[in-house]
């Protein structure tokens, strides 16, 4: 029987942080050159190279709530390449260049932010392993086998695994799967408040608990207004993606969507052997709704999933969906291991992602509108795409060019194909419920192989990528 779950707790990557450092609410006036809205991962990382570009600008960042609160701090942590967009339907649409760029462009977001940790000495548990993508039917294995023959034709190898795999590394709970080697695990939390440590190093300041809920545009800049003042800033970067609420400059492309995210109890040595996993990664399946999961603070495994939903506006009503669904998420969790199911579930948490038509984010000036710019829209794959994004789009800001300096990428424009409100009303969310009910029919995970064939690893201190001293992709 799947716990009930009508409550909801902070995501564990917090419990151990202690009393976070709060920082200065805004009041009064302040100018400033540059003004990002949103302190997470994606507007921490543009103010940082702003700062590192040009020292000489006045960069601020305003959150709402504090730092990492968001989406960042909501995520499982698994940074690894991926777009939204079928690599096919990405190659037909703008061609292999672009395709080709777009995908390195992923992984090259994960290679700097293993930099970033390694310069700036950010403590946030970041281990290199891999992230697998399985297939529980022969329709997603097709699906997959296309997809790393497209890579493979862009330049990409991605190892596929046979079936002695599968069943080592796996338990054989998948039909078949591929592997992305050299993916970071984080403690997301730590990894945003590092990064924000750093950018305040370079010049940056941060007020928190300060919502901005006007922008006024003027000949000569914006005023963002404030509960406690107003900021002049001569151009703003909202880096709000599905928190934007009425700053989403968007609205009819750029759509919140609500996931959910549960975590166990720490589990033992022996409850780890009986999962007939090895425990190394994230591992993400193939459905429209997919699963993922990997081990994470305190040896809990962290597990995402079930069906995403656009936020009503409604608390009550938000409440009882966010319950049902948690509770569906433990049942997945539960199929994939049956091992767990007298494992207490200690938390459960859910957050808000933008995502798009297109499935690619919207990164660019609003409009004709030079001194508004706007980044979202990740598409559940924020982590690493924000980070190469904000590196390219920090000189775009910092030398107040009006154009986009992101070489051929699609997601460098203006806006994206967007749905009428009625649409989005009542379409969107049937929409929904019909991917989720195809997912309810797809096969469930195989029983997994017996657990006595996988060996657990033991901790290896080369696969820390630094110390304190020094999605999730869906293949279609």
Not at 112 to 126: M, N, S, V
Not at 277 to 287: A, K, L, P
Request: aromatic content about 6%; some cysteine.
């Amino acid at each position: 029987m799947t716990q009930k779950l009508d409550w909801e707790t902070a995501p564990i990557w917090l419990w151990d942080q202690g009393s976070a450092p709060i920082r200065p609410i805004q009041h009064g006036t302040d100018r400033v050159d540059v003004l990002v809205v949103g302190a997470g991962l994606a507007g921490t990382a543009t103010a940082y190279y702003l700062a590192e570009n040009r020292p000489d600008l006045r960069v601020m960042v305003v959150e709402a709530s504090q730092v990492g609160l968001g989406a960042t701090g909501r995520s499982t942590g698994i940074i690894g390449p991926g777009l939204g967009m079928p690599m096919r339907s990405l190659r037909r649409r703008y061609g292999d260049d672009v395709a080709a760029e777009a995908f390195a462009s992923t992984l090259d977001g994960a290679a700097e932010i293993g930099r970033l940790i390694a310069a700036e000495g950010i403590d946030c548990d970041a281990r290199l392993e891999r992230q697998v993508i399985g297939a529980l039917t022969e329709r997603q294995e097709r699906r997959m086998r296309r997809h790393t023959r497209d890579l493979a034709e862009l330049g990409f190898d991605v190892p596929w695994w046979d079936r002695s795999m599968l069943d080592r590394r796996l338990g054989g709970a998948y039909r078949a799967a591929f592997a992305y080697e050299n993916v970071l695990l984080v403690d997301p939390y730590r990894l945003v408040t590092g990064l924000a440590v750093a950018a305040e190093r370079r010049g940056v300041r941060i007020a928190e608990r300060t919502r901005v809920t006007r922008l006024e545009t003027l000949p000569d800049g914006v005023l963002a207004h404030t509960p406690g003042g107003v900021i002049e800033a001569d151009r703003v970067l909202l880096a709000v993606d599905g928190y934007g609420e009425k700053l989403n400059p968007h609205p009819s492309s750029v759509v919140p969507v609500r996931t959910h995210v549960v975590a166990t109890a720490p589990l033992t040595a022996h409850q780890r052997a009986a999962l007939g996993w090895d425990g190394v990664g994230g591992v993400i399946d193939q459905r429209n709704f997919f699963s993922y999961y990997r081990l994470g603070a305190g040896g809990r495994l962290v597990f995402g999933g079930g069906p995403a939903r656009v936020p009503s506006g409604d608390p009550q009503r938000e409440t009882r969906t966010s319950a049902a669904i948690f509770e569906r998420v433990v049942e997945e969790l539960h199929l994939r291991f049956p091992a767990l199911e007298g494992v207490a579930i200690e938390a459960c948490w859910s957050g808000l992602t933008g995502g798009t038509l297109d499935r690619l984010p919207v990164v660019g000036a609003v409009g004709d509108n030079q001194r508004v710019h706007f980044a979202g829209g990740w598409c559940g794959h924020g982590l690493s795409l924000c980070v190469s994004t904000a590196e390219r789009y920090a000189r775009v800001l910092a030398h107040g060019r009006s154009t986009a300096s992101g070489g051929s990428l699609p997601w460098f424009r203006s806006r994206a194909s967007g749905l009428p409100a009625a649409v989005r009303s009542t379409g969107l969310p049937v929409y929904l419920r019909a991917l989720d009910a195809q997912d309810r029919t797809a096969s469930r995970p195989p029983t997994p192989s017996a657990p006595a064939a996988v060996q657990i690893p033991q901790a290896d201190p080369t696969s820390e990528l630094v110390s304190h001293q020094g999605g999730e992709d869906r293949a279609a």
